[in-house]
């Protein structure tokens, strides 16, 4: 059950949208309507009258399920909004337009309907059903994606999912997602896992749990080339790879997982911690939208200016949203800079590493940030550095 409350102009008035769920039980081979009934009376005992009826189900309701409701629910049949499963959930915003879902709510408000165009919208969910040429296979190695010993879910990176399938839409590609756990690289070795794809992302992360898996899977996109992506942790420990196998600091590491490293490549950082948001347990973490200048030249200096992408053009100035606590050593740039790694992004406030990347003459994409550019991805403006990153993923293919 699901509430959605929203206030008219005035503050006077407030509808309530009831989402519910109808059932079809294979044995019966019919929508029930009992489970929602329940839900509402719970609803009402509360004192609570729905104005609205969203009920989801495998298939469109029919006269028979919408009358039931009606009459068992005390909501005019009109406003019983049937949401029947979609091939993808983009074409729900049309699916609720053809039974003038938004318009029903503003006149329950009494608001003004403006003028609709979902041309653009009608455009994307076109470009997602249409037959690809193109075909791309990335694979995110995480540490999430175990749900007990048999089962596998992605909603741990449902943003990043959703971020590289954007801009696969946009760009006409077929995209493969492999889901490889991080803790299963450290078993088997990235050369099984991994032989074959196009494109590799490290995403966010916590602790030691499957990081050597994730070190072992940057060193195989490094080192063969492969385009790749690292966020947040995966930019972190691309960090630590490079310092290893590049620099020679056999001993790096982040102190989130060995404190006592001599090689504190990743560390926290309590002499800044008034510029961060201070959580419980007194632990200090950098949140929220954050500032950075981007080095002029750079790969992510040329993503940005050509998809007119900077916060402030003349001064190179982005901003994209953090949620972590340990940051990249600035007592290390020099040392790793002089081996090849570019910083190509510090923030404007606290002088932190955002993104790291290596020059397009060593390897034809690789960069990490460690913000969370999949947040700010939308369906109609996907996030240039994942347009970017599919792109070299598929100019990268063996022919």
């Known amino acids: ?25 294979k044995h019966l081979g019919e929508p029930k309507t009992k489970p929602t009934q329940l839900s509402v009376r719970t609803l009402m005992s509360m004192g609570i009258q729905p104005d ?17 409701l009606a009459q068992t629910c005390n909501v005019r049949d009109e406003n019983i909004i049937s949401s029947p ?37 009608q ?20 540490k999430y994606f175990h749900t007990g010993r048999e089962f596998m879910l992605a909603d741990s ?40 794809v196009d494109g590799i992302v490290v995403p966010i992360g916590w602790g030691k749990r ?21 966020l947040c942790y995966g930019m972190q420990l691309a960090c630590v790879e490079f310092a290893r196998n590049v620099v020679g600091l056999k001993e790096a590491n982040t102190t989130e997982n060995q404190p006592e490293t001599s090689a504190p490549i990743i560390h926290d950082i309590p002499e800044k911690a008034e510029l961060m948001t201070i959580k419980s347990r007194g632990v200090a973490m950098r949140l929220g939208g954050w500032d950075f200048k981007v080095k002029e030249k750079t790969l992510l200096d040329n993503i940005y200016k050509k998809y007119n992408f900077y916060k402030d053009n003349k001064n190179r100035v982005g901003s994209v949203r953090h949620r972590h606590r340990f940051e990249f050593n600035n007592d290390y740039i020099s040392l790793l800079e002089s081996k090849g790694l570019v910083i190509s992004a510090i ?6 590493v955002d993104w ?31 347009l970017e990153f599919l792109k070299a993923c598929y100019n990268n293919q063996k022919v």
């Open 1 to 25: 059950m699901e509430l959605l409350d929203i206030k008219s102009g005035d503050g006077q008035k407030v509808i309530h949208i009831h989402v519910s769920y109808l059932p079809i039980p």
């Open 85 to 121: 499963d979609v091939e993808s959930v983009y074409q729900v915003p049309m699916v609720f337009s053809k039974q003038n879902f938004d318009r029903k709510i503003l006149s329950e408000l009494g608001l003004a309907a403006g003028k609709q165009d979902l041309g653009r919208w």
């Open 157 to 196: 990176y449902a943003a990043l999912f959703e971020a590289l399938k954007h801009a696969a839409w946009n760009q006409a590609v077929d995209l493969k997602l492999n889901w490889v756990s991080a803790e299963k690289v450290e078993i088997e070795g990235a050369e099984k896992l991994l032989r074959g």
């Open 356 to 386: 790291i990347e290596l020059s397009k003459t060593t390897h034809p994409f690789f960069i990490g940030t460690q913000g969370h550019p999949e947040y700010s991805s939308r369906p109609l403006k996907p996030h240039p550095v994942f």
């Open 210 to 230: 499957g990081a050597e898996g994730k070190i072992s899977a940057i060193n195989f996109a490094r080192v063969n080339k492969i385009p790749f992506l690292g």
């Open 347 to 352: 923030s404007v406030k606290g002088n932190f």
């Open 52 to 68: 609205f009826l969203v009920a989801r189900c495998e298939k469109e309701i029919d006269d028979r399920r919408r009358y039931l």
């Open 123 to 142: 455009k994307l969910v076109s470009s997602i059903k249409a037959k690809k040429l193109k075909q791309v296979t990335v694979a995110v190695v995480g």
